[in-house]
């Protein structure tokens, strides 16, 4: 898949980082030494960490160069490197790993999740945000949008997430743990900025599939199916759900 492309999906920073800071919020932490960053991206969620615990070593993981380079040149004194979250093992245990809106798209999350867990400090925190919005109009348009368009490659998609019961079972061996979910929703200024936004994510496992005429055709299928299931309201700006699953599981000491 193409890589990911961090000025794309800085346009809608301010958006994508409120969950990351409500998710920090929830964080019972005093002054944890060392902070991971998984699926840092680039570096959005990684400042608000060095923000809220200035003396600690925060360190910032991601698969993607591109999201590498722009969060490095962001936070020079932190360290980051490319690493898969599946595999990924701390060099020493962390005081409180992060992942905002990166678990998603890993699989196997019924052997992701108690893996993390067990990698933290004696009463260290595993704080999780995931996008929730498989079945919102957002990414059900993909989909019908694509059959609508014919097009006969097969579409790679995340996982649906686990129902929150199933994360608490996962987790409560090992930890203390909270979890919630959450639906924003964003004014947006035009069914086009709905489609900017979702290029840098979710709609780029259709985009890769096309060429640039391909890829028109089937963006006008979906603004076109967006437009009918987000009504413009009164200042003329469209309103976007979007659910997350937020969980937190403190480990036993």
Do not use: K
């Not at 960053?37 to 925060?58: H, M, W, Y």
């Not at 985009?207 to 890829?215: F, H, I, R, S, V």
């Amino acid at each position: 898949m193409l890589d990911w492309q961090p000025e794309l999906y800085g346009r809608f920073e301010t958006e994508r980082t409120v969950p990351a800071a409500d998710l920090l919020a929830r964080v019972q932490l005093a002054s944890p030494g060392y902070v991971v960053d998984l699926g840092c991206g680039s570096g959005n969620s990684t400042e608000l960490l060095t923000e809220r615990f200035p003396g600690a070593a925060v360190l910032g993981v991601d698969t993607s160069p591109a999201m590498l380079e722009a969060a490095r040149g962001r936070l020079p004194d932190c360290i980051f490197e490319r690493a898969d979250i599946a595999q990924w093992i701390p060099d020493a245990a962390p005081e409180l790993i992060f992942a905002n809106a990166a678990l998603q798209w890993v699989p196997d999350h019924a052997t992701l999740m108690p893996r993390l867990a067990s990698l933290l400090a004696p009463g260290g925190v595993l704080a999780v945000q995931m996008p929730d919005n498989l079945d919102a109009v957002s990414h059900q348009a993909m989909h019908q949008s694509w059959q609508d368009a014919g097009f006969e490659a097969t579409v790679p998609q995340r996982a649906s997430l686990l129902a929150a019961e199933r994360y608490y079972e996962l987790l409560a061996p090992l930890a203390r743990v909270e979890v919630w979910r959450t639906t924003y929703f964003h004014p947006m200024r035009s069914i086009g900025a709905v489609t900017e936004w979702l290029r840098a994510t979710g709609l780029r496992p259709f985009l890769a599939q096309l060429d640039n005429a391909q890829q028109d055709y089937f963006l006008s299928l979906y603004e076109s199916r967006l437009a009918a299931a987000l009504p413009r309201l009164s200042d003329g700006r469209h309103l976007l759900a979007f659910p997350r699953l937020f969980l937190i599981a403190q480990h036993h000491r």
